[in-house]
């Protein structure tokens, strides 16, 4: 079993930065997809950005050149820096873990962390 807890969500102005860690506690971290995704009220859960087992990196057009999605093997810790936050970027962001050797044991979810952001 896997679990994810998130944390670093807040009110931040629009422009400003925050940074999301998700902390994963399970077995084999490396072999993981790790993802960052976001639910906005009224709307369904997106993907934001993806990070492969190999360290390959994905992003929703919305938030590309804004965030980055990083990992510290050694730490089991995910993280996603969101710079130049819009009021657009506001929701629930949720992290989540894929084995790519178990694939049918299906995507792991944290409790997700809010992300406010102000105009």
């Known amino acids: 079993q896997v679990q994810l807890v998130e944390s670093g969500g807040g009110l931040v102005q629009a422009g400003g930065s925050l940074r999301l860690s998700c902390a994963f506690f399970?077995?084999?971290?490396?072999?993981?997809?790790m993802g960052w995704y976001r639910q906005a009220p009224g709307r369904e859960r997106e993907l934001v950005a993806r990070i492969t087992a190999g360290g390959g990196e994905n992003y929703a057009d919305s938030v590309k050149g804004r965030f980055t999605i990083s990992r510290d093997i050694p730490k089991n810790t995910v993280y996603l820096q969101m710079n130049n936050l819009k009021v657009e970027d506001t929701g629930i962001y949720y992290c989540?873990?894929?084995?790519?050797?178990?694939?049918?044991?299906?995507?792991?979810w944290g409790q997700g962390t809010q992300v406010t952001v102000s105009s």
């Open positions: 399970g077995n084999f971290f490396s072999i993981h997809i």
């Open positions: 989540s873990a894929l084995n790519v050797r178990s694939i049918s044991s299906g995507e792991f």
